[in-house]
């Protein structure tokens, strides 16, 4: 059964850091695009950022640039992203998924940065 386990994400302070995991059970990274997805309460789902199948170039939202690094280990089957320099507008449930968002999406984890 394929499974994406999200961890890492918690309460922190506007300006500090944190780094999510993303753990892929029975599904490789080198046969589908895993991203990064946040939603906010009240607002529509977005993209996070992501790493290109073919030669592992990251993808990032403008929201992101800058302050958000994506890295990928196949061998480990783990996507992480480290982000930083957090802000209140960063607070949402992230969510690690195959794009375009599904059919295989993680549960979860609540990231909340106040400020």
Do not use: H
Request: hydrophobic content about 35%.
């Amino acid at each position: 059964e394929v499974q994406l386990q999200a961890s890492g994400g918690g309460l922190v302070q506007a300006g500090e850091s944190l780094t999510l995991s993303c753990k892929a059970s029975e599904l490789s990274f080198e046969e589908y695009i895993i991203g990064w997805f946040r939603q906010a309460p009240g607002k529509e789902r977005e993209g996070v950022s992501c790493v290109s199948i073919a030669d592992g170039s990251p993808f990032y939202a403008i929201s992101a640039k800058g302050r958000f690094a994506i890295s990928r280990d196949n061998a480990q089957n783990t996507l992480s992203l480290q982000m930083n320099s957090l802000k209140s507008e960063d607070t949402a449930v992230y969510y690690c998924a195959s794009l375009p968002f599904g059919p295989f999406v993680g549960q979860g984890t609540q990231v909340t940065v106040s400020s």
